[in-house]
């Protein structure tokens, strides 16, 4: 469904991406697990086309994406929750999700995206009317994830969902998304939580300074020494 | 005295039409757009030109406000999206933007020459009454077609769909990026409002006053852009209540203290306000880089 090849971003003068290529397969939970400043986020950023890459290619469902715009590429039904949640601080809970479905014409569909929102997070629809800016980290996180969804993606990428929640919740967020996944969205999640994000994931991918030095079935990955010292803080696990 | 109060909210009204347009590109982009003075003295012009042609004050007006919206949108096209795609800083935009101010003002001198013209009145019929009050029909023509324009204006951003993303650009363009808007077009639309609010208030003060000079934008711009920040820049109902401020008091200084006084009131207004609320009368408080 989505293939990378050899991608390289630059920010300026700073080489961050040296070569990545990565695959996700229709139906699977991939992982892309990394250390701060591996390059993970600027993974997706330059696949949702917010940053240029530099060299290699990018491809949807068959279709080279490398050099389409954003607006495009949400529309072909790739959809990226970012890191640091990004809600419209200003404007309503309703109105965040309102903005998800902006390329969306099909009012039958429309509603039922929401429907589905509101479905998997009920304290959304209890808060539909409240300002975004004033919710709770967690709160803001699942407007996060609901508001991509409303975009009806195929394939959803996730940076670092539970970034800053508590135990529970980061629980509740990794159980949306294998909900999510089993409702037909394909899903790419970044993870500091190596450890939960590989429990639900098909394959994983480990990223190092800009490149993948690793890749393979979620649970192989999830047993290899070299892994579990760099990522899950825990060797005898 | 109703006289001057009269006077005063019609003159206000026009401020306040400049006002949103410093207002509505201040949201999304946080800049301070200084050709915007030169942009409503261009569509005063646009305005004269059509109407030399012939064509009649309303369809010259509506002329105007096609080609200055254009003409905005071309500025941000040529020289201030160039400046955002190479991330420049925003000191870079500000002072373009008072390059293209004096550009615009040559040119009107170029093609219309620098002196003070002829412009026809609009809508004089003398005085009417309206609920027993007497009032000239010129102003009470601008104060209902300046109501009618700032309550679509503000249907528009609070109410549609390009309302919409105009505001999550004005928040979050990286998120409304992600939403699939495509933020050039939502930019290029902010301008085009602005150019088209300040063709009106250019061709509504031009009938009203009844002359077009190149430079009018000059003083005119730099009292609507106190009224903006009076108001609470990127404020859209803050720039209206600024523009009224503005527009009486200037008034009431006229007849009180005399003509020679009424440009100084404004800016007097804008300070004293200003040192007790900084962020004007209705601004919010994350909007501070002006
Ligand atoms: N806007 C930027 N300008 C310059 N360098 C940047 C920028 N954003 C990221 N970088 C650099 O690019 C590299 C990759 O950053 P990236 O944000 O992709 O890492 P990450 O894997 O997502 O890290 P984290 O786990 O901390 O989120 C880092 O070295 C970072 O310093
Ligand atoms: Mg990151």
Known sequence: MLVVKDLNTHYGNIHALKGIDLEVKEGEIVSLIGSNGAGKSTTLLTITGLLKATRGQVSFKGKDITHASSSDIVHMGLSLAPEGREVFPALTVQENLQLGAYTKKDKASIKESYDRVYDLFPRLYERKKQTAGTMSGGEQQMLAIGRALMTEPKLLMLDEPSLGLAPNLVLLIFDMIQTINKQGTTVLLVEQNANMALSISNRGYVLEIGKVTLSDEAKALSENDKVRKAYLGNIDH | ?290
């Open chain 2, 1 to 290: 005295m109703i006289e001057q109060l009269l006077n005063g909210l019609a003159l206000g009204m026009v401020y306040a039409l400049i006002a949103v347009g410093y207002s509505l590109v201040f949201g999304v982009l946080r800049l301070v757009n200084f050709s915007h003075g030169s942009v409503y003295a261009f569509g005063a012009h646009m305005a004269l030109f059509f109407v030399g042609l012939q064509f009649g004050v309303i369809p010259a007006i509506v002329f105007s406000i096609i080609l200055t919206g254009i003409l905005d949108i071309l500025i941000d096209k040529f020289s201030l999206a160039p400046l955002r795609k190479k991330k420049s800083k925003g000191i870079a935009a500000l002072i373009t933007t008072i390059g293209i101010a004096y550009i615009i003002q040559n040119l009107l001198m170029i093609f219309f020459g620098s002196q003070t013209k002829p412009f026809p009145a609009i809508f004089d019929y003398g005085y009417v009454t309206v609920l027993g009050i007497s009032i000239k029909s010129t102003q009470l023509f601008i104060l209902v077609v300046s109501l009618i324009l700032l309550a679509i204006l503000t249907y528009v951003v609070k109410f549609t769909k390009i309302g919409l993303s105009m505001r999550a650009v004005e928040q979050n363009q990286k998120a409304a990026s992600l939403m699939g808007i495509n933020v050039n077009s939502v930019i290029r639309f902010t301008f085009f409002l602005g150019g088209a609010s300040a063709a009106i208030a250019g061709s509504l003060i031009s009938g009203y006053y009844q002359v077009v000079y190149p430079n009018m934008g000059f003083l005119a711009g730099l009292k609507a852009f106190s009224a903006a920040v009076l108001g609470g820049i990127g404020v859209l109902y803050g720039s209206i209540v600024g523009g009224l401020v503005v527009g009486v008091s200037e008034s009431y200084a006229a007849a009180l203290l005399g003509g020679s006084y009424r440009d100084a009131v404004a800016f007097i207004i804008l300070i004293i306000v200003l040192l007790f609320k900084p962020t004007g009368l209705f601004g919010k408080k994350d909007i501070t880089k002006v």
